[in-house]
């Protein structure tokens, strides 16, 4: 039995228009350009990349904080432009990068958490204060820290409260920005594992954004890899670390730094520049960085190729 997809996004562009001067036009820079993608239910997709391919501008999109220059968004097979902010809320919800920032620091704990519950119109404002308990146990926060402030936590217990706060209306869909870029290393397994739990106990589905590999592989069920506004491979989580495809995908995994001091930094050989995404490069947009590049990769873009377990944009697997 197929599992329903719950998130859908189909032919996505992002455009914006970019002033190179006082007396000079306009260019454009399709910051998402031309993305499709779906996630089933109950899974975790990984979302990597470089800086600057995309990630936050598509993550925006779905949740519904940026009106896509062309294309559509379905949540649970409804078009997103159908919809009223607060439909798209209570169906999807952030869990931002930096709990230092994404928590008003005059407000306390009972009263960040319970945020949602006031602007989505929450029925029963007698059990608000019940549910908000509830929810912070199930995120390991203990009670005694209702009426506390954000300055009186660590990093780790502000973390928990954003992930309260996402998760006190039972959200369907969670897109996580980076949620642990910020905290402790001996912190960040700590969210993780509760992210882990949390999908199963509530049924989840996570949209993961980060540059940390090794964060994506222990928690995403599938991954896409984005450059220059395009999906250029996305795979199941043990096909792509095993046995990537895109030249690009190669490269990127294969800068991760070991903790073995004798085999030294490695060498992505993607070069110290990148592409000018103003004025990206004809063909295959990733031509001048690839080790594997052929005669016609300048001049014409590769479409996608299904795989089996995925879809790579590359002409070695074309037919």
């Avoid at 820079?29 to 990630?55: F, I, M, P, T």
């Avoid at 097979?77 to 930096?98: E, G, N, S």
């Amino acid at each position: 039995m197929t599992t329903p997809n719950v998130l859908e996004i189909r032919d996505i562009y992002q455009t914006y228009q970019i002033s190179k001067g006082l007396f000079q036009p306009k260019k454009p820079l399709h910051a998402v350009n031309g993305v499709s993608l779906k996630v089933a239910r109950g899974e975790v997709l990984g979302l990597v990349g470089e800086s600057g391919c995309g990630k936050s501008t598509l993550a925006k999109i779905l949740l519904g904080l940026l009106k896509p220059t062309q294309g559509e968004v379905l949540i649970d097979d409804k078009p997103v432009a159908d919809l009223d902010r607060l439909d798209i809320a209570r169906m999807v919800q952030p869990i931002f990068q930096d709990p230092y920032s994404s928590l008003n620091p005059r407000k306390s704990v009972g009263s960040i958490i319970s945020l949602p519950l006031r602007v989505q119109n929450a029925p029963n404002p007698e059990t608000w204060q019940k549910r908000v308990e509830e929810t912070m146990d199930l995120v390991g926060l203990p009670k005694r820290v209702y009426n506390n402030y954000p300055s009186q936590m660590s990093g780790g217990q502000r973390q928990r409260v954003a992930i309260a706060r996402a998760l006190i209306n039972r959200p369907q869909v969670v897109i996580c920005d980076e949620p642990t870029s910020a905290l402790d290393v001996s912190v960040q397994s700590q969210i993780l594992n509760l992210l882990v739990d949390l999908r199963q106990e509530l049924g989840l589905t996570y949209v993961i954004i980060s540059h940390n590999l090794a964060v994506v592989e222990h928690i995403a069920t599938r991954v896409a890899v984005m450059y220059l506004g395009r999906m250029v491979e996305v795979a199941d989580t043990d096909d792509l670390f095993e046995a990537r495809q895109h030249p690009y995908s190669q490269a990127l995994l294969n800068s991760v730094l070991t903790p073995d001091p004798s085999l030294g930094i490695s060498d992505s050989h993607l070069g110290a520049t990148y592409p000018n995404p103003i004025d990206p490069p004809s063909g295959c947009t990733f031509h001048p960085r690839c080790a594997k590049k052929m005669a016609h990769c300048d001049s014409e873009a590769p479409t996608p190729i299904d795989t089996g377990s995925g879809v790579v944009e590359c002409h070695l697997y074309k037919d």
